[in-house]
């Protein structure tokens, strides 16, 4: 596998896991943006939303995959749920020749594991809200080359195989 990997999807969709799990078949490193921003700027995405806003976070978004895609040693890099909506991102991500792989979760299982998970996402406050954002954004994810179909009981190593097959 020459082209590195960019694994994108809605909050909850398992892009960490599945990142993660994809690197470890292919023996390589894997980067998660919402990680490294974190690091970054000691502060995790929630926050800098909550205290700056969602724009600001978007600028601090795009810098971050800027600077995780010039290092050629991230192959697997799992985005944030809004990355991909920037098209400067995209761009960036097509500029770099990544694979991009959507992992299409159903909205119940997303919105479940946005419930369970210790994440705080100021994005999604509640289900109402986080579908009519779910609904926005698939057209969009869409455009992504490789869709792959999720459901509640698919493990992320058969996630990965699928990713993996054909590429
Ligand atoms: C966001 C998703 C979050 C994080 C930020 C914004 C979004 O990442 O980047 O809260 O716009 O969907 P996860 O998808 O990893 O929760």
């Known amino acids: ?3 590195r990997i960019v694994i994108l999807g809605f909050m909850g969709c398992g892009k960490t896991t599945v ?14 943006l919402d990680s490294f921003i974190s690091q970054r700027h000691g502060r995790s995405p929630a ?5 700056d806003g969602e724009d600001s976070f978007r600028d601090v978004e795009t810098l971050a995959l800027r600077d995780v ?6 192959r697997v890099i799992a985005l944030g749920g809004g990355t991909w909506m920037v098209p400067a991102n995209r761009t960036l991500i097509a500029l ?14 997303c919105w479940k594991r946005i419930n369970a998970g210790q ?12 579908l009519a954002r779910y609904e926005s954004r698939r057209a969009d994810y869409a455009t992504a080359e490789k ?21």
Not at 21 to 32: H, N, Y
Not at 69 to 74: G, P, R, S, T, W
Not at 119 to 130: C, F, K
Not at 153 to 165: C, K, M, S, T, W
Request: aromatic fraction near 4%.
């Open 1 to 3: 596998m020459n082209r």
């Open 19 to 32: 990142a993660k799990e994809v690197a470890r078949q292919l023996d390589c490193s894997v980067v998660d």
């Open 96 to 109: 770099h020749d990544c694979l991009s792989v959507w992992l299409d979760a159903p909205f119940d299982l």
């Open 47 to 51: 926050e800098i939303i909550q205290q």
């Open 147 to 167: 869709p792959i179909a999720v459901d509640e009981f698919d493990p992320a190593e058969v996630l990965a195989a699928q990713i993996l097959i054909e590429t």
């Open 69 to 74: 895609l010039q290092d050629k040693n991230a």
């Open 119 to 130: 994440t705080v996402r100021p994005l999604a406050p509640d289900r109402e809200t986080a």
